[in-house]
């Protein structure tokens, strides 16, 4: 369990990294497309690596993962696109890790991607480095949501 839980922090701080690279960036300034792409990779490849790494629980089968913040912020940074790229990368890798609670899952992990899109539309977030401070509250309430 410790070996997972340091696992899943490393590759958040990694995912961390990559969204930080893409933001400053020189190259990928003004290209909001190729931005919001890159960032619905970054988090669509971090959840495939959580949920490989899902604690099962014994009694149920089914997986504990931290896969909430990583599909939360694909949609809310990484637009439609991003949602896009998120939402069929997490699909892949939650049908072909399978379990029995396939279907399940999909519905929480897309909920996770649509409520960081709602709070997009709501609070949109600003260019780099100025993100709303009270986003933060609706994001959380989205998680708590799904």
Request: include cysteine; charge should be positive; glycine fraction near 14%.
């Amino acid at each position: 369990m410790f070996y997972s839980i340091f696992q899943s922090l490393s590759s958040v701080t990694l995912a961390g990294l990559g969204c930080f690279l893409i933001f400053v960036s020189p190259r990928l300034q003004g290209r909001l497309r190729l931005q919001q792409a890159l960032i619905g990779f970054v988090f669509g490849v971090l959840t495939i690596v959580l949920t490989s790494n899902a604690y099962v629980m014994q009694d149920v089968g089914g997986p504990i993962d931290a896969n909430a913040g990583p599909l939360i912020f694909a949609g809310y940074l990484g637009g439609p696109i991003g949602a896009a790229i998120a939402a069929s990368l997490v699909t892949i890798a939650r049908v072909q890790f399978g379990g029995p609670f396939v279907a399940m899952g999909l519905y929480v992990l897309f909920g996770f991607i649509l409520s960081g899109l709602l709070v997009a539309r709501l609070r949109p977030p600003r260019p780099w480095p100025m993100p709303p401070s009270n986003a933060i509250g609706f994001l959380v309430l989205g998680f708590v949501f799904f």
